[in-house]
């Protein structure tokens, strides 16, 4: 199996930026790249829903991942985001990122329909068959219900040594948390997704990280190395200063983008915050309130 590091700490999301034309915009992806390695994070993760990757076309995807995989040039892991309703089509998409360089393969449940875990189980177990030498992080997110039981993830673990990671993204899940870690005796990472909405929650329990955002990757890196360290009064204060703008931007995932993109124009790294249509139109007030969180936000990094 393709050795890499343990995962600890923050795992932003990099999202896609486009032209003013909607195109990919490769340069500004690079600066996005170097962004994340002048953070201090160990891994970046794309393209994901926080990088619009349901308005790629699978071309798009493929491209991206690799883009980032050269710019980072060794000096940040790349974890692949290969995301697709039928497993064949996630399968060619993972194989083609771990050819691309990829030093992660992760994988969203498909969550578009009601599926029995039977039929997930299978999906799961026919993906880490076809990608055995790489380590394999799972996510899942079930806005219309509870997410894999802890039955199915140590069923997957005992089968697939290369499944070794999970990000949940559910309120409430503290007693899930310590059930997988205890039933998977640690062997299986816990990440944190939601914009990291719930990581002072959970970082004591055992998650070994959180993927959120890339444009607070910094500030969350310094919380959760904080908070890990039993510096919690430090920790606190300053995740209350960026909780803000993560909790008003997780309203809307299209609303998210825009948000998070326009806080990358105020740290000086984006130039616009284009998303694909259909998008996120924001009015007036939502405008001037996002520009004020983010005028408080950068405040807060200077200080």
């Known amino acids: 199996m393709k050795t890499t590091e343990e995962l600890l700490g923050v ?4 999202p896609t930026p486009f032209t003013e034309t909607e195109e990919v915009d490769e340069p500004a992806l690079k600066r996005l790249v170097d962004f994340a390695i002048s953070s201090g994070v160990q891994a970046a993760c794309l393209p994901a829903y926080a990088s619009e990757f349901y308005k790629l076309t699978d071309e798009e995807r493929l491209r991206v991942v690799k883009v980032a995989v050269d710019q980072a040039a060794g000096r940040l892991k790349i974890i692949a985001q290969s995301n697709h309703p ?7 998409l993972a194989q083609a990122n771990v050819a691309a360089g990829a030093d992660l393969i992760s994988l969203a449940v498909p ?12 999906y799961l177990s026919g993906f880490l068959s076809a990608v055995p030498d790489t380590p394999v992080l799972i996510q899942d997110f079930n806005p219309g219900g509870s997410s894999i039981s802890v039955k199915l993830i140590t069923t997957l673990m005992e089968a697939h040594p290369n499944f070794k990671y999970l990000k ?4 409430l899940c503290a007693p899930k948390f310590e059930d997988i870690i205890k039933s998977t005796a640690g062997k299986v990472g816990l990440l944190e997704g939601w914009g990291g909405l719930y990581m002072m929650e959970l970082i004591p329990i055992g998650i070994v990280g959180v993927m959120p955002g890339l444009a607070v990757a910094d500030i969350l890196q ?9 510096e919690n009064d430090k920790a606190f204060d300053l995740f209350e200063k960026v909780m803000p703008q993560i909790f008003f ?13 326009e806080l990358l124009i105020a740290r000086g790294i984006l130039h616009n ?7 996120y139109i924001p009015d007036a007030s939502t405008a001037a309130y996002i520009k004020e969180l983010n005028k408080r936000l950068l405040k807060a990094i200077n200080e």
């Open 222 to 230: 310094k919380v959760f190395r904080l908070r890990k360290n039993g």
């Open 273 to 279: 915050s284009v998303a694909r249509r259909a998008a």
């Open 111 to 122: 969550r578009i329909f009601g599926l029995a875990e039977d039929a997930i189980k299978e």
């Open 86 to 92: 039928s497993l064949k089509i996630a399968v060619k």
């Open 11 to 14: 795992i932003p999301i990099i």
């Open 168 to 171: 949940l993204e559910e309120p």
């Open 249 to 261: 931007s997780l309203q809307n995932m299209e609303l998210f983008h825009y948000a998070e993109k």
